[in-house]
Nanobody, 124 residues
Framework: QVQLVESGGGLVQAGGSLRLSCAASGRTFSIYTMGWFRQAPGKEREFVAAIRWSGGSTYYVDSVKGRFTISRDNAKNTVYLQMNSLKPEDTAVYYC?????????????????WGQGTQVTVSS
């Protein structure tokens, strides 16, 4: 089993920044991709960013490109999401997810484990 614990959410004004962290523990010897998703009230969970654990390739949804940066610390089994120039439409619960076997980083069904989520609220 793998446990994912997110931290770093909060309330910020538009234009501000937040840094989310997600620490993985347990059977972490096999990580293919870690990703961040978000879910706003009344909407489906959507892909935000992902990083391949080996090699570090990164992927972003168009709406966050140039504003968000995903990174990892392999030694700590931790993934980060640096969010700059935040907008009210970024308001959502943010979830990190872990994929052990490989697959399309874009789909929620690819991921085997999920964190509990952390609330990000951006005020205008």
């Amino acid at each position: 089993q793998v446990q994912l614990v997110e931290s770093g959410g909060g309330l910020v004004q538009a234009g501000g920044s937040l840094r989310l962290s997600c620490a993985a523990s347990g059977r972490t010897f096999s990580i293919y991709t870690m990703g961040w998703f978000r879910q706003a009230p009344g909407k489906e969970r959507e892909f935000v960013a992902a990083i391949r654990w080996s090699g570090g390739s990164t992927y972003y949804v168009d709406s966050v490109k140039g504003r968000f940066t995903i990174s990892r610390d392999n030694a700590k089994n931790t993934v980060y999401l640096q969010m700059n120039s935040l907008k009210p439409e970024d308001t959502a619960v943010y979830y990190c997810a872990l994929d052990r076997y490989g697959g399309s980083y874009y789909y929620t069904s690819t991921y085997d484990y999920w964190g509990q989520g952390t609330q990000v609220t951006v005020s205008s």
